[in-house]
């Protein structure tokens, strides 16, 4: 330990005070010893510090920072220089405004396009996710602070997040759900890590011994501190052996106490707490350095805001360009049309919401960048109402035109922390509007503003389609430069595009909707399931046009790597990102087709060429061996592939490679799902061969009485008719505000309300509410009605007086 005379001198209420928030976003302070407490503070794509009052759904303004492009958006950059560049940034401001620790980079995977948090995360594919989030780390702690990769693991679904529990095989947790962050650990050396609300195979992740402990602590060798997630806390000393530092935010002391009676019972070795105590004081003092320099308060939001929008530039994807429609030839007369000209989207909802320093709107923009525009109109309304006068509008405008600038994309309230989508579809008022205008004027060119894959059966109506994701506080600026040749786009999708939902490998079991949620597709997520079951796809993961064109050639592999040579051999400077997927020939061991093992992204002038090299690491050639418990290889020849995409493979060779002889680790014969790739409807027997055991039952038990982890939305089966009927006034209330367009409100209920455990109303109340007291108020929906009441009552008033004396 590094700090063992200090804590030599702490008692033992000292140190359980320091296992918890001493208030929203701070640790806990103790002056005698001259330890400060430090801020914590969202900012997966800029910093969210809250001046005045504090919350964890992007409710109350914060101080003015750069919002950067999400991590959806970055993540199509493939660039992972970029990445650090972007963390360099944050990092600064995160210092302008005191901040120790910035609660980012998100690197869960896109299991699934609905997933309502998907436009903080990067990708699909875990090799991709983990080389991103390891730049932004880098970048983030150059500045003497501390990023926080977040949210492990095996987080996937906004809906009844903070209960669910995930059902993965070991295979699957290790190659999809777990390899970006031991990416981030080992190449960003995050010094924090946040847990994810959910459970784990049934034990929440904060807890789970064999998540922290055994593989992060010690396969790892992570040194650094894990902070749960804001109320993600069930059972605080049994998070405390598993290596959870820090809980976040205050419980108004309440599981300090927790902490010395578990100490003072021999429940919990003070060795353990000891060593978490020595954690944080690293990280305290470590992230506190900083500031004894007396660093600047202020930081140059120009040159920020411009870095942001070079960040969008390198980041936006052209999806289609039939006969050359972009760029723009000038002089070219444009009718402007869609809500979201007018009013960027640009960010996602909930905890990651930055109050912009600047904000750029395409109309605000739009004669600077030198495109003729004849006029503009709104077309639809934003959030899904039809509204005819305006269709008509926008194709009177629209008949004028040489080329129609159509801006489409999601609202603000369908891409939110707490909530899924519910489909993958554009709303339909947006689609009625392109059909309208498709009929006066064909040349067409979409702008679309989302930060997840969506349906696209309008498609053919279009000739031009520029995907910005949200693209930041100057994204709006960014697209109008690709759209006029300025910048010639490099992005390339960093998630596959489905034609449908129904397409997709979990879409069966997609979200849990009560106790567990099931990853039946295993390791065949994204274009590893597209690829091995022969679905087509929309748009493949890797792909994306530019305003030129690249050639690939003269391929060698060797022992180090894989050696090829790209020509550019069009008109215009441009970057390629080139891929590399590697496929094992031998069928003893079921792997999807081929998986993403190593990119490059390369700048080249027109004509010009460059041999680039694209390394071997140790993630290339290995697999999880469920037998042997370990990373094995298998011995066999593995077919070595350079795409332009997933679906554009341009060269390929063979490579032989020496294995480690463990035993195939599964029965084939009952596994044929897997084996085949077809593992879009597998069923729970052959699940349960894979899981090696029997699937927990996936429903609730009405029978039983309400308890901690039940949810607020599990009243509407309660015993108490109380109970019963306030979850039929929430949920009506809901709907109701939905249907009179308050959907943000809507959504709030749905975020912090109806999804919430019930040991959520201690953990988020601040010390307001203590467990006691929920005691109460679990009588209450048991049944207890009178008795229940009494008891939160009399608790109540235990607690008031308790903090009278301690005042």
């Known amino acids: 330990m590094k700090h063992t005379e200090l804590i030599k001198k702490m008692t033992l209420e000292e140190k359980a005070s320091l296992m918890s928030g001493k208030d929203f976003w701070q640790t806990q302070n103790i002056d005698r010893l001259g330890i400060p407490s430090i801020f914590l503070a969202d900012g997966p794509h800029g910093i969210r510090k809250q001046?005045?009052?504090?919350?964890?759904?992007?409710?109350?303004?914060?101080?003015?920072?750069?919002?950067f492009p999400t991590a959806a958006a970055v993540a199509n950059s493939w660039n992972v220089e970029l990445g650090e560049r972007i963390g360099n940034y944050l990092g600064k401001e995160a210092v302008a405004q005191k901040v120790n620790v910035l609660l980012g980079p998100g690197v869960n995977m896109k299991r699934s396009p609905l997933c309502g948090r998907n436009f903080e995360y990067f990708s699909e594919d875990p090799y991709h996710a983990g080389k991103m989030a390891a730049g932004y780390i880098r970048g983030i702690q150059s500045q003497g602070i501390s990023a926080c990769v977040k949210h492990f693991a095996a987080n996937n679904q906004e809906e009844r997040r903070m209960s669910i529990d995930t059902i993965v095989d070991e295979r699957t947790l290790r190659e999809i759900y777990l390899t970006a962050f031991e990416i981030a650990v080992a190449e960003g050396n995050t010094k924090t890590v946040m847990s994810s609300y959910n459970k784990l195979n049934g034990e929440y992740t904060n807890e789970n011994l064999h998540l922290m402990r055994e593989i992060l602590r010690d396969e790892w060798n992570f040194e650094g501190v894990v902070v749960t997630d804001w109320g993600g806390s069930n059972d605080r000393v049994a998070g405390l052996i598993a290596g959870n530092e820090l809980e976040m935010p205050t419980t108004a002391g309440e599981t300090n106490e927790d902490i010395i009676r578990a100490v003072r019972s021999g429940l919990l070795k003070e060795e353990v707490l000891d060593e978490c105590v020595d954690r944080l004081l690293e990280l305290i003092f470590t992230t506190e350095a900083v500031y004894e320099k007396s660093p600047s308060k202020e930081f140059n939001m120009k040159e920020h805001h411009r870095a942001a929008q070079e960040a969008a530039e390198e980041s936006i994807?052209?999806?289609?360009?039939?006969?050359?429609?972009?760029?723009?030839?000038?002089?070219?007369?444009?009718?402007?049309?869609?809500?979201?000209?007018?009013?960027?989207?640009?960010?996602?909802?909930?905890?990651?919401?930055?109050?912009?320093?600047?904000l750029d709107h395409t109309l605000n923009c739009i004669e600077e960048s030198g495109i003729v525009s004849i006029g503009f109109e709104p077309g639809f309304e934003r959030y899904g109402k039809r509204n005819q006068r305006k269709i008509d509008k926008a194709c009177a405008l629209a008949e004028k035109a040489e080329v129609v600038l159509l801006y489409m994309g999601l609202d603000e309230v369908t891409e939110a922390e707490g909530l899924d989508r519910q489909n993958m579809k554009i709303p339909q008022n947006?689609?009625?509007?392109?059909?309208?205008?498709?009929?006066?004027?064909?040349?067409?060119?979409?702008?679309?503003?989302?930060?997840?894959?969506?349906?696209?059966?309008?498609?053919?109506?279009?000739?031009?389609?520029?995907?910005?994701?949200?693209s930041g506080q100057a994204g709006a600026k960014a697209i109008l430069r690709v759209l006029t040749g300025e910048v010639n786009p490099s992005g390339k999708l960093a998630e596959t595009y489905p034609f449908r939902y129904e397409d997709t490998p979990a879409y069966r079991h997609f979200p849990g909707k009560e106790v567990s949620v099931?990853?039946?597709?295993?390791l065949y997520i994204g274009y590893r399931y597209y690829d091995t079951a022969n679905v087509e796809v929309l748009f493949p993961f890797g792909y994306g046009l530019s305003y030129t064109t690249f050639e690939y050639s003269d391929i060698q592999i060797i022992p180090e790597g894989v050696a090829f040579k790209i020509t550019n051999t069009g008109t215009r400077a441009g970057a390629e990102v080139a891929q590399l997927y590697v496929?094992?020939?031998?069928?003893?061991?079921?792997?999807?087709?081929?998986?993403?093992?190593?990119?490059?992204?390369?700048?080249?002038?027109?004509?010009?060429?460059?041999?680039v090299l694209i390394p071997f690491d140790d993630k290339t050639f290995r697999y999880f061996n469920v037998k042997t418990n370990q990373w094995e290889i298998e011995e066999a020849q593995y077919e070595i592939m350079i795409g332009a995409s997933s679906a554009d493979i341009r060269l390929k060779g063979i490579h032989a490679v020496k294995g480690t002889n463990a035993p195939l680790p599964y029965d084939k014969e009952k596994l044929p799902s897997y084996y085949s790739g077809q593992a879009g409807q597998v069923s729970q027997e052959?699940?349960?061969?894979?899981?090696?055991?029997?699937?927990?039952?996936?429903?609730?038990?009405?029978?039983?009485?309400?308890?901690?982890?039940?949810?607020?939305?599990?009243?509407?089966?309660?015993?108490?008719?109380?109970?019963?009927?306030?979850?039929?006034v929430i949920a009506f209330a809901h709907r109701f505000l939905w249907k009179i367009g308050k959907r943000s409100t809507a959504n709030l209920i749905m975020m912090s309300v109806y999804h919430m455990p019930?040991?959520?109303?201690?953990?988020?109340?601040?010390?307001?509410?203590?467990?006691?007291?929920?005691?109460g108020l679990l009588m209450v929906v048991n049944g207890q009605f009178f008795k229940g009441f009494r008891h939160f009552f009399r608790e109540r008033g235990k607690m008031l007086k308790v903090a009278k004396q301690n005042n």
């Open 758 to 775: 019930f040991r959520g109303i201690a953990r988020m109340t601040g010390g307001i509410v203590n467990m006691p007291m929920l005691d």
């Open 317 to 358: 994807v052209l999806l289609k360009n039939e006969g050359d429609i972009l760029p723009l030839q000038a002089g070219m007369k444009v009718a402007v049309i869609g809500d979201f000209a007018q009013q960027a989207r640009y960010q996602g909802a909930g905890s990651s919401i930055v109050n912009p320093t600047i």
């Open 686 to 728: 052959e699940f349960e061969s894979l899981l090696g055991h029997k699937v927990p039952a996936a429903t609730w038990d009405r029978t039983k009485p309400l308890g901690y982890n039940d949810t607020i939305a599990q009243c509407q089966y309660a015993r108490s008719a109380f109970a019963r009927f306030a979850f039929h």
């Open 430 to 470: 947006q689609i009625d509007l392109l059909h309208a205008l498709y009929k006066v004027n064909s040349n067409i060119v979409v702008v679309l503003s989302c930060g997840s894959a969506v349906e696209m059966p309008w498609i053919d109506k279009v000739k031009g389609l520029i995907h910005g994701y949200l």
């Open 518 to 522: 099931e990853y039946r597709e295993g």
């Open 583 to 611: 496929g094992c020939n031998s069928a003893d061991i079921f792997r999807p087709k081929k998986e993403l093992k190593g990119f490059v992204k390369v700048s080249l002038q027109a004509g010009e060429s460059r041999t």
């Open 51 to 67: 001046q005045a009052a504090a919350d964890h759904l992007g409710l109350n303004e914060s101080i003015p920072a750069t919002c």
